[in-house]
Nanobody
Framework: VQLQASGGGLVQTGGSLRLSCAEA?????????MAWFRQAPGKEREFVASSRRSGGTTTYADSVKGRFSISRVPALNTVYLQMNSLRPEDTAVYYCAAGRPVLSATRNMNAYNYWGQGTLVTVSS
């Protein structure tokens, strides 16, 4: 599994961005939990959102709940993160990941086997 993240950029407070994570090795990710994590400068990587295998449960960090939405398009082998009402504190490198964590480990980065290269999101105040 090879993941390629894209869609980052510079946006003003209150703006929106949509991140994409595509599987590039022609391997289906339909049986994987797909997730987004982020890492701000000087901070540890943190969980943002996840979507269990196609049609499954979505989970969000409290800090993004109601503003971010994760979705996946099986036909495109792609997962998206729609980010609305962006804040300066959302500034970070965003990483997509694939794995098969048990439900209780969904937010644990160590439960994911495959990672994309990261895409930078900068929110200006």
């Amino acid at each position: 599994v090879q993941l390629q993240a894209s869609g980052g950029g510079l946006v003003q407070t209150g703006g929106s961005l949509r991140l994409s994570c595509a599987e590039a090795a022609q391997e289906s990710v339909s049986t994987y939990t797909m997730a987004w994590f982020r890492q701000a400068p000087g901070k540890e990587r943190e969980f943002v959102a996840s979507s269990r295998r196609s049609g499954g449960t979505t989970t969000y960090a409290d800090s993004v709940k109601g503003r971010f939405s994760i979705s996946r398009v099986p036909a495109l082998n792609t997962v998206y993160l729609q980010m609305n009402s962006l804040r300066p504190e959302d500034t970070a490198v965003y990483y997509c990941a694939a794995g098969r964590p048990v439900l209780s480990a969904t937010r644990n980065m160590n439960a994911y086997n495959y990672w994309g290269q990261g895409t930078l999101v900068t929110v200006s105040s």
